[in-house]
C-alpha cells in the first residue's frame, strides 16, 4: 500500500521557517516526479513545487520563488520543502504528492498524503 506521510507544520511567526518532510513507502518511486501543493480555507488546491526523480528539474510557484525550495533524498524515498521568510499568506494544509511522469503544476499526481497543517501568524 503506498503511502505519503506529511510531517514538520507548525505554527510559526511571519518571517519565519518550516520545513516539511514528506515519506514515501509502499512501492519503488523511481522516475516518480514528487510535488507539494497547499489548500487555504475556502481556496482550492494550489502547486507550490514540484522536483523531477533525479532532482534535475524542479518547478516553483511564483508566490513562492526565492522563499521556498524543494529537495528529495531518494535513498530515504523522503522529499523535503525548506520554507523561509514565511507570510501570513502561506498559511494553508500543505499535500506531498508523486506522480509516474514528469514534473507537473497541475494536481494530476497518482498518490497524495494526507496533509500537515502550516499557520503562519502576523
Known amino acids: 500500500q503506498v503511502q505519503l506521510v506529511e510531517s514538520g507544520g507548525g505554527v510559526v511567526q511571519a518571517g519565519g521557517s518550516l520545513r516539511l518532510s514528506c515519506a514515501a513507502s509502499?512501492?519503488?518511486?523511481?522516475?516518480?516526479?514528487m510535488g507539494w501543493f497547499r489548500q487555504a480555507p475556502g481556496k482550492e488546491r494550489e502547486f507550490v513545487a514540484a522536483?523531477?526523480?533525479?532532482?534535475?528539474?524542479?518547478r516553483y510557484a511564483d508566490s513562492v520563488k526565492g522563499r521556498f525550495a524543494i529537495s528529495r533524498d531518494i535513498a530515504k524515498n523522503t522529499v523535503y520543502l525548506q520554507m523561509n521568510s514565511l507570510k501570513p499568506e502561506d498559511t494553508a494544509v500543505y499535500y506531498c504528492?508523486?506522480?509516474?511522469?514528469?514534473?507537473?503544476?497541475?494536481?494530476?499526481?497518482?498518490?497524495w498524503g494526507q496533509g500537515t497543517q502550516v499557520t503562519v501568524s502576523a
Open positions: 509502499g512501492r519503488t518511486f523511481i522516475g516518480y516526479a
Open positions: 504528492a508523486a506522480r509516474r511522469s514528469a514534473v507537473t503544476p497541475i494536481a494530476e499526481y497518482d498518490y
Open positions: 522536483v523531477n526523480w533525479r532532482g534535475g528539474s524542479i
